[in-house]
């Protein structure tokens, strides 16, 4: 079992920035991928960003926070941050950081085997 805790949420003015941190804890993997979700009143859980342990730069992103959103690693910590640049109201959402047992990133949440509890962020006009 794996336990992730993000932090860093809160609430910003649009153009603001926050950076988001997931430690990881518990049993530790050779190499995993991680990824940031977030999930909006009334809204599915959606997509926002992905990374490997293994590949260096293998970061993806969803199209709607592309050049604006940054995930990186720090192995050494076991944490994964997603900064968060140029925020817009409609970024308003939980925020979740999952694990997956691989070395190879995914985009699909039930392709994730551990959660966070969420941190919320709130993007005021």
């Known amino acids: 079992q794996v336990q992730l805790v993000e932090s860093g949420g809160g609430l910003v003015q649009a153009g603001g920035s926050l950076r988001l941190s997931c430690a990881a804890s518990?049993?530790?993997?050779?190499?995993?991928?991680m990824g940031w979700f977030r999930q909006a009143p009334g809204k599915e859980r959606e997509f926002v960003a992905a990374i490997t342990w293994s590949w260096s730069g293998g970061n993806i992103y969803a199209d709607s926070v592309k050049g604006r959103f940054t995930i990186s690693r720090d192995n050494a910590k076991n944490t994964v941050y997603l900064q968060m640049n140029s925020l817009k109201p409609e970024d308003t959402a939980v925020y979740y950081c999952?694990?997956?047992?691989?070395?190879?990133?995914?985009?699909?949440?039930?392709?994730?085997?551990?959660w966070g509890q969420g941190t919320q962020v709130t993007v005021s006009s």
């Open positions: 518990g049993r530790t993997f050779s190499s995993y991928a």
């Open positions: 999952a694990a997956r047992p691989s070395t190879w990133y995914s985009t699909r949440a039930d392709e994730y085997d551990y």
